[in-house]
């Protein structure tokens, strides 16, 4: 069984601003225009509580688990001036966040989503494509969209749909597997991992 998503898609930033929003699907580039006129506003923070609030948001929405906030606080001392909390808010609401890790020219998307708020504005989009940008600016070369479905009854369906509208290219990898030692307590060994998750988000 993957354990991470096998497939991802893989934005290349060496290209121009032009370029890159040219080989976006036209909804997802009139989404962007969208928030710009909706007054979004995306920004970097430091503070890992306000990235928490709209992470569990998005979680309850979705209904999956997450670290608890000392996982988080370690993986942000861990990574240092490599790891970026980038939100989007309109108004004083956020409403988006992206915890973005960077490694020589590479740059990561570990973890985000969009809370379910001001649908209208599209703020994703925005957050999206400003994270791009801000990567760049700090040298990074490729930029890494992490996670793709497996198939139209993968959960993730509905997230590649979203995020194949900025263009890129997928890539496929060997995958992260598990290999159950007893395959018949495999699922109940699951089902305590994800309640172990839930306890350590509450």
Known sequence: MFVQPRRTLLMDLTRSDDELFGAMKKKTRQYVHKAERAGVVTEETKDLDRFLVVLRAVADREHFGIHSRDYFARLLEAFGERAHLLMARVGDEDCGALLVGRLADRAWELFGGWSGAHTEARPFYLLKWRSMMRMRALGAKRYDMWGLAEGADDPLAGVENFKLGFGGEI????????????????????????????????
């Not at 496929?172 to 994800?194: F, N």
């Open 171 to 202: 890539a496929e990898w060997i995958g992260a597997l598990e290999t159950p030692v007893r395959a018949v307590l495999y699922p109940v060994w699951q089902l305590a991992g994800r309640r172990r998750l839930a306890r350590s988000a509450a």
